[in-house]
């Protein structure tokens, strides 16, 4: 558990002139920029109103690196620390009420344990740095709601005897006194919902391969089943919100392709007869927006990040804060009970990692608080276009487009392939690794192949135990796609990515090496196999017995399917020059995935190169490790595909 040792000097030297962020150094427009300017962490991280819109307290680093939270009377311009140590950061924060503030705080200048950095207990604090109390251990953040007592809602793991994660117990916690009350669950519950009196009413349970709603007609009443459906059918019922007026909100199907959002009525079991948000093209998944009264607003994604405003107030101070700020997406945020003019916004773009800024409804001020990343210049970035382009079987897939500063033909190309798989891999907006590749000179596409998730149902079920097949092809076709556009040299592809991305990367050398001329592969799958009997991973029973086989396949009824795609059996193939790159203590891949392959590779490819991160888990979480680890991107691309 890391300790808390309060800095006694105030340092606050990051914020000077009111409230606007210190810069770094620009980096002159004929250098290359630095790898840590791409791959530091943020410098301003989160801003966040008070529920009455009179104080701003800001997650943000200090010159030395170490992250604070400091707040701000809007009206005074008095900033204080309201949490502030010499040896952790803080690393989330959530007003309680206008006087109270939770946190959590993790070193993030030392290694991780295999479970990621450890974090710090809840802690609550006043908004001067007063009544400083470490809270609850075992639970992490749920909600606060309506924000007008000293009580929040967290969440508290349930493992089996095995430390398989099995239900999310719910606790209401007293932020002053550290007094807990327990809520009672229906079944291995996996989500929660809370109703506008701040009580819990909706519950989602998992059990087997059923996933079942539950809900309350009020808080002293039984839990009653109203939903139940397959996992991963279409039929599912994902609960999104409660609003102010009592309506539930749904996302579901209702015998559609994409998800949309609706009403549901809890007494007939009935979804509203028309959605009230429906994307022709994504399913719906979004952000509610709400005071003591109403839904003001819902925010969604398509290729890019939109708001809706019911509120005719909101509407006219999004149309505002446009018209100041034309060039970058402006997330307006408010608060709860909001009883000043002031707005929060944040502004960026796909070449711009953000600004935050304080706007005011009624003079139309709008003042920078700061940067995200301040040494990144907007003008050097490249933009990131959404395209699609035909699979070989005619579905179209989606992908990212980025190329560098100022060029568009016969370039060398990255496949960069997210993990998950089963997730949207990436949105419109600054993206470091993206940005950073680049900047060297090539151009990247970030294929959201079949399987990843909000672009419909057909999409998603296209890519169930397609690992290393059709999944594979999708990534193949975007490498000949971007060649007949003229996009890409064909001689100098690369494929890259992490976790799954890693696994495609190591099949799309051995598949396709007339396409692909060398590959990275960090804390990628080697032997799928490896996922089901591997004790020491954190995969779940549960997904291994219920999730897995749909996704992925039976490790029995399909082993011959899984053998003939796991790159562990086909090293021998592999003749390109690759670069692995794996974490000591990951419990997702365990490096054993990446040492079997190594060994295998060893043989027959003199062209691979290893890094082993010994303290790192499934991704780098230390900037060093990301500095070093891109540093060796950078040389290993410029030996293969570089100009």
């Known amino acids: 558990m890391p300790i808390l040792r309060t800095v006694q000097k105030l340092a606050l030297g990051i914020l000077s002139a009111g409230i606007t962020c210190w810069l770094t150094a620009s980096v002159a427009a004929a250098e290359a920029i630095p790898v840590e300017a791409f791959f530091a962490n943020p410098a301003m991280d989160k801003v966040e109103l008070s529920p009455n819109g009179r104080y701003l307290a800001v997650q943000m680093a200090r010159k030395d690196g170490r992250v604070m939270l400091a707040t701000m009377d809007?009206?005074?311009?008095?900033?204080?620390?309201?949490?502030?140590?010499?040896?952790?950061?803080?690393?989330?924060?959530?007003?309680?009420?206008?006087?109270?503030?939770?946190?959590?705080?993790?070193?993030?200048?030392?290694?991780?344990?295999?479970?990621?950095?450890q974090y710090s207990k809840l802690v609550a604090v006043n908004r001067d740095g007063s009544n400083f109390r470490r809270l609850h251990g075992g639970g992490f953040f749920a909600t606060t709601r309506l924000q007008d007592s000293d009580d929040i809602f967290i969440y508290r793991p349930g493992y089996t005897i095995r430390w398989d994660f099995e239900r999310l117990d719910l606790m209401r916690l007293n932020t002053s006194t550290g007094t807990t009350r327990n809520f009672l669950r229906p079944g291995l519950t996996h989500d929660w919902l809370i109703d506008q009196n701040n009580e819990p009413r909706v519950n989602v349970t998992v059990e087997g391969s059923k996933v079942s709603?539950?809900?309350?007609?009020?808080?002293?009443?039984?839990?009653?089943?109203?939903?139940?459906?397959?996992?991963?059918?279409?039929?599912?019922?994902?609960?999104?919100?409660?609003?102010?007026?009592?309506?539930?909100?749904?996302?579901?199907?209702?015998?559609?392709?994409?998800?949309?959002?609706?009403?549901?009525?809890?007494?007939?079991?009935?979804?509203?007869?028309?959605?009230?948000?429906?994307?022709?093209?994504?399913?719906?998944s979004g952000t509610f927006f709400y005071d003591a009264k109403k839904l003001l607003g819902v925010r969604y994604t398509t290729d890019a990040s939109a708001t809706i405003w019911f509120d005719e107030r909101?509407?006219?101070?999004?149309?505002?804060?446009?018209?100041l700020l034309p060039a970058t997406t402006n997330r307006i945020t408010t608060s709860v009970r909001n009883e000043?003019?002031?707005?929060?916004?944040?502004?960026?773009?796909?070449?711009?990692?953000?600004?935050?800024?304080?706007y005011h409804a009624g003079t139309h001020a709008l003042d920078?608080?700061?940067?995200?990343?301040?040494?990144?210049?907007?003008?050097?970035?490249?933009?990131?276009?959404?395209?699609?382009?035909?699979?070989?079987?005619?579905?179209?897939?989606?992908?990212?487009?980025?190329?560098?500063?100022?060029?568009?033909?016969?370039?060398?190309?990255?496949?960069?392939?997210?993990?998950?798989?089963?997730e949207r891999g990436s949105n419109w907006g600054w993206d470091p690794e993206v940005q950073f590749l680049a900047s060297r000179g090539y151009a990247v596409i970030q294929p959201e192949f079949r399987g990843s998730t909000n672009f419909g149902f057909k999409h998603f079920k296209a890519?169930?135990?397609?690992?290393?097949?059709?999944?594979?092809?999708?990534?193949?076709?975007?490498?000949?796609?971007?060649?007949?556009?003229?996009?890409?040299?064909?001689?100098?592809?690369?494929?890259?990515?992490?976790?799954?991305?890693?696994?495609?990367?190591?099949?799309?050398?051995?598949?396709?090496?007339?396409?692909?001329?060398?590959?990275?592969?960090?804390?990628?799958?080697?032997?799928?196999?490896?996922?089901?009997?591997?004790?020491?991973?954190?995969?779940?029973?549960?997904?291994?017995?219920?999730?897995?086989?749909?996704?992925?396949?039976?490790?029995?009824?399909?082993?011959?399917?899984?053998?003939?795609?796991?790159?562990?059996?086909?090293?021998a193939q592999l003749k390109q020059p690759l670069l692995m790159a794996y974490g000591g203590i990951d419990s997702r891949v365990p490096i054993q995935h990446g040492a079997r392959m190594r060994d295998a590779l060893k043989p027959v490819n003199p062209n691979v190169e290893w890094i082993q991160y010994v303290r790192e888990g499934h991704g780098w979480k230390l900037v060093t490790t990301r500095v070093d680890f891109w540093s060796r991107v950078e040389k290993f691309l410029e030996a293969n595909i570089g100009n």
């Open 74 to 117: 809007i009206e005074t311009r008095k900033l204080q620390a309201a949490a502030n140590f010499e040896d952790v950061d803080i690393v989330f924060f959530k007003w309680v009420n206008d006087d109270r503030l939770v946190f959590q705080a993790s070193d993030h200048q030392k290694a991780p344990t295999a479970y990621g950095f």
């Open 213 to 284: 709603l539950h809900y309350k007609d009020d808080p002293t009443a039984n839990w009653r089943k109203v939903h139940e459906a397959s996992l991963f059918s279409q039929n599912t019922l994902q609960p999104a919100f409660f609003a102010p007026d009592g309506t539930l909100y749904v996302v579901a199907r209702k015998d559609h392709d994409k998800a949309a959002l609706y009403t549901f009525d809890p007494n007939t079991g009935r979804l509203g007869a028309e959605p009230v948000i429906s994307l022709s093209e994504y399913d719906f």
């Open 314 to 323: 909101m509407k006219q101070i999004q149309k505002e804060v446009d018209a």
């Open 340 to 358: 000043t003019p002031y707005v929060v916004v944040t502004a960026y773009s796909d070449v711009d990692p953000g600004t935050f800024y304080l």
């Open 368 to 422: 920078p608080i700061g940067k995200m990343y301040p040494a990144i210049d907007p003008k050097r970035m490249a933009p990131k276009d959404m395209v699609r382009y035909p699979a070989r079987d005619g579905l179209s897939i989606p992908a990212y487009l980025s190329l560098p500063k100022g060029k568009s033909k016969n370039l060398p190309l990255v496949v960069l392939v997210h993990g998950g798989p089963w």
């Open 463 to 571: 890519g169930w135990k397609q690992w290393g097949q059709a999944m594979q092809d999708d990534l193949a076709d975007a490498a000949k796609w971007a060649i007949e556009k003229g996009i890409a040299d064909p001689k100098r592809i690369c494929i890259a990515g992490a976790s799954y991305g890693g696994y495609a990367t190591l099949m799309g050398l051995i598949k396709n090496p007339e396409l692909f001329k060398c590959g990275v592969d960090w804390v990628g799958v080697t032997d799928i196999d490896l996922m089901y009997t591997a004790t020491w991973s954190d995969l779940s029973e549960h997904a291994k017995t219920y999730g897995m086989p749909v996704l992925i396949g039976d490790p029995e009824k399909d082993a011959e399917q899984l053998k003939a795609n796991s790159p562990i059996h086909l090293a």
